[in-house]
């Protein structure tokens, strides 16, 4: 269903909201990423990171299996107990050292595992939480598979660079071969009758073309290698998905928390500095002519008729804070007449189509027509726009809400304004907000809700 609406607004919004926002361009190179990667320092530290996986995994796996092994054995006794929680513990350690390297090296940033919480104070509720700490059998998995990789990885690495560095540079050193070696160059065949050298002119150029080649693409196996790396510390050495997901949840119910106290202040603000006041005013006013009456009859009416008045005034700003709380018009018809109602009261012409079978959850239904709300009164107050258009579709499990404007454009929801809030209020819901604004337009603004059922919540 679609309709035009476009009548005076009066919703307030954050400034700033829309308008040129500074943008940051990328650097430009002189050169292809192919051509200057064997010049960058970030592969010479991927290739440090590999040269120290070696001696590191080395020295992981030589722990893990030594401490688990004697662990394991003297289980029998109860000498095991604590030297398998040693173990563990050792390997979460180690395992906040590869943390570091992997930040340092490769620029991967890996929050910490989540913490230990012995259920008392002691040894023996230490050793227990250490063994029953999902993050710490991770790290032991961790040292465990590392040491084979890193032998792999260490001697691709270090083969591919010393073959390539050693062919790119040969028209400079090949003279050593016949002046020490006692051979005309490098032996590339040879058996008890025959051999093949590389001396001639000719093949020594096109030994040095190949080892530029070789050159050129190391460090880009390097950087494939590293990829199994970062794979493995945030796998294994970073917080498990349950725990991201719980740190979420704690961050989405502050939001919401947040949110819900600043509505109350706002309510709280609307009233008493309106109805309230004007409740207060009219009673007085009530007052004044109930002594008058007798008196002045002609004043008393006269305070009465603009008693009247300020009642009227009154319910109205009470229907308006009603419709800030939840609109009466959401319950009883949904999201088509509640956004036509919104866009009725929008400066600019606005298109609503909503295209829904049935009714989402009423907790998400109001979230959604709120997050229209506000981006309406975005287009009203900033945008300089002709037209705007609302729509509003279901697709699989999620409920899909699109404002487009043909306004100025640059809206920036990096920079602290309401789009910032609307995005945190939107996440504390699993949603999303997506901004498309190029300066001078059009603004596109997408947001993404979980789609639950009106059913299954009533």
């Given at each position: 269903m679609a309709t035009e609406y476009g009548q005076d607004h009066g919703f307030g919004g954050g400034p700033g909201l829309l308008g040129d926002a500074g943008r940051?361009?990328?650097?430009?190179?002189?050169?292809?990423?192919?051509?200057?990667?064997?010049?960058?320092?970030?592969?010479?530290?991927?290739?440090?990171?590999?040269?120290?996986?070696?001696?590191i995994g080395i020295l992981l796996f030589t722990y893990a299996v030594t401490m688990v092994s004697l662990g394991a054995g003297l289980l029998v006794t109860f000498l095991g107990v604590p030297v398998l929680a040693a173990a563990l513990a050792g390997c979460r350690g180690l395992g906040a050292m590869e943390r570091a390297r992997a930040r340092a090296l490769l620029g991967l940033r890996v929050g910490e595992p989540e913490p230990l919480r012995p259920a008392k104070r002691g040894?023996?509720?230490?050793?227990?939480?250490?063994?029953?700490?999902?993050?710490?059998?991770?790290?032991?998995?961790?040292?465990?598979?590392?040491?084979?990789?890193?032998?792999?990885?260490?001697?691709v690495a270090v083969v591919m660079w010393s073959c390539a560095l050693t062919m790119l540079t040969y028209p400079l050193w090949f003279w050593v071969l016949p002046a020490y070696a006692g051979q005309s160059g490098i032996q590339l065949y040879g058996d008890e009758t025959h051999a093949v050298f590389l001396d001639n002119p000719f093949e020594i150029t096109v030994t040095a073309l190949v080892g530029l080649l070789v050159t050129l693409a190391a460090p880009w196996v390097v950087r494939a290698l590293t990829v199994v790396d970062r794979l493995l510390v945030i796998g294994l050495l970073g917080p498990s998905p349950l725990a991201t997901r719980v740190v979420e949840l704690e961050s989405d119910r502050g939001v919401v928390v947040d949110t819900a106290a600043a509505d109350l202040r706002r309510i709280e603000r609307d009233l008493h500095d309106g109805a309230q006041a004007r409740l207060v005013g009219l009673a007085m006013d009530l007052g004044l002519a109930k002594e008058k009456l007798k008196e002045d009859p002609d004043a008393a009416a006269r305070m009465v008729d603009e008693a009247h008045g300020e009642v009227k005034t009154a319910l109205q700003e009470l229907r308006d804070l009603a419709r800030g709380i939840h609109p009466a018009v959401l319950t009883d018809r949904g999201l088509d007449a509640a956004l036509s109602s919104v866009a009725s009261r929008c400066p600019v012409p606005v298109r609503v189509e909503v295209d829904l079978a049935e009714r989402p959850a009423s907790a998400i239904e109001g979230i959604a027509y709120f997050t229209v709300s506000e981006l309406l009164q975005n287009v009203g107050k900033h945008a300089r726009a002709r037209s705007a258009a609302v729509e509003v579709w279901r697709a699989g499990d999620r409920l899909m809400l699109q404002v487009v404007d043909d306004g100025v454009g640059g809206a920036d929801p990096s920079g602290g304004s309401g789009l910032t809030g609307l995005a945190e209020r939107l996440g504390a819901v699993d949603g999303i907000l997506a901004v498309d604004s190029p300066a001078g337009g059009p603004t596109r603004v997408t947001a993404e809700l979980p789609w639950r059922d009106a059913l299954t919540t009533r």
């Open positions: 940051t361009h990328p650097r430009r190179h002189r050169l292809p990423a192919g051509l200057r990667a064997p010049f960058e320092a970030r592969s010479w530290r991927e290739f440090g990171h590999v040269l120290l996986g070696l001696p040894a023996m509720s230490w050793m227990g939480a250490v063994l029953k700490s999902g993050s710490s059998w991770r790290s032991l998995l961790y040292a465990l598979l590392h040491m084979p990789w890193a032998v792999f990885s260490f001697s």
